[in-house]
Structures are given as C-alpha cells and as structure tokens.
C-alpha cells in the first residue's frame, strides 16, 4: 500500500468512526514501507492511540459516562 493509499483509507476510517455515535474508540495510525521498522511503527500506531484517547478524556469528563 503506498502512502497516498493509507492516508485516504485513514480518512475514510475516520470519517465513518465519526458517524457512528453508538460507540468510542480511540484509533492510532502509523506508515511505514520499512518492514525492518515494524515494531518501531506498532509502537509509533499505539502511542497515537494513548494520546487520541487521553484527548477524548480531557474534552469529555470520563466520570459522567458511569
């Protein structure tokens, strides 16, 4: 997959995410072409999960959704 062909597909994930209301997830998303570099790019991926996810919690107060 070529990295033009990511970015669209991270936006179409993105945007239909944003449609559904029902749920919350927290998505993190990294691209690399060097399969040597795939641990590096995992870690990369869920860093930005943790931080879309800590973003979410300081706009929302987590202790009203109990």
Do not use: C, P
């Amino acid at each position: 997959m070529s990295e033009q062909d990511f970015l669209e597909t991270k936006k179409a994930i993105q945007r239909k995410l944003s449609e559904i209301k029902k749920y919350v997830i927290a998505v993190g998303f990294a691209y690399t072409e060097d399969m040597m570099q795939i641990n590096e790019t995992i870690t990369l991926a869920d860093n930005k999960m943790y931080k879309d996810e800590a973003e979410y919690y300081r706009i929302h107060d987590w202790r009203k959704l109990i």
